[in-house]
């Protein structure tokens, strides 16, 4: 008798398949936002969005997040994932978590961060689409 904990290799075929396909989304959010390829980002969002970081929270829907990429100063030029983790609390629910460490202007300056980030993708009709993102600096340990 199999425990309840334990999956079919089939199940785990599944799974394996589930979590590519969000994490292709997810490097495709960020590759849009690397390429400024803004139409590709807001099709990837839902109806009502929203982001929680430094900076504040902020909810949008495509058109305001469409203005805020185009009028934004900041410009994505690199990205890197570690430690990343997709898990689905629903089935059509998927929670994306890793550690990112990015490279972007400001006004024209180069800067680096590194950073924990989580995105929150909703199946909808049968495509995924983000709806929550959050993002937490790194800090450095205390001395």
């Known amino acids: 008798m199999t425990q309840a904990s334990e999956i079919s290799v089939d199940e785990a075929r599944v799974h394996e398949g589930r979590v590519h396909e969000v994490m292709v989304m997810e490097r495709g959010f960020w590759q849009a936002m690397r ?7 807001v099709d990837m969002l839902d109806a009502e969005s929203a982001s ?6 902020r909810h949008f829907d495509p058109a305001g997040y469409r203005k805020m990429a185009e009028d934004g100063s900041m410009r994505l030029t690199g990205f890197e994932f570690a430690d990343e983790r997709v898990f689905f609390p629903l089935p059509d629910v998927a929670i994306v978590t890793y550690a990112v460490r990015q490279t972007f202007e400001i006004d024209g300056k180069a800067q680096v961060m590194e950073a924990y980030d989580t995105t929150t993708w909703v199946r909808k009709n049968g495509r995924w689409v983000a ?11 205390d001395a």
Do not use: K, N, W, Y
């Not at 929680?52 to 929270?57: K, L, P």
């Not at 709806?131 to 340990?141: G, W, Y």
């Open 131 to 141: 709806v929550l993102h959050t993002e937490s600096p790194r800090q450095a340990p």
């Open 35 to 41: 390429d400024d390829d803004v139409d590709t980002a």
């Open 52 to 57: 929680a970081c430094a900076m504040g929270i």
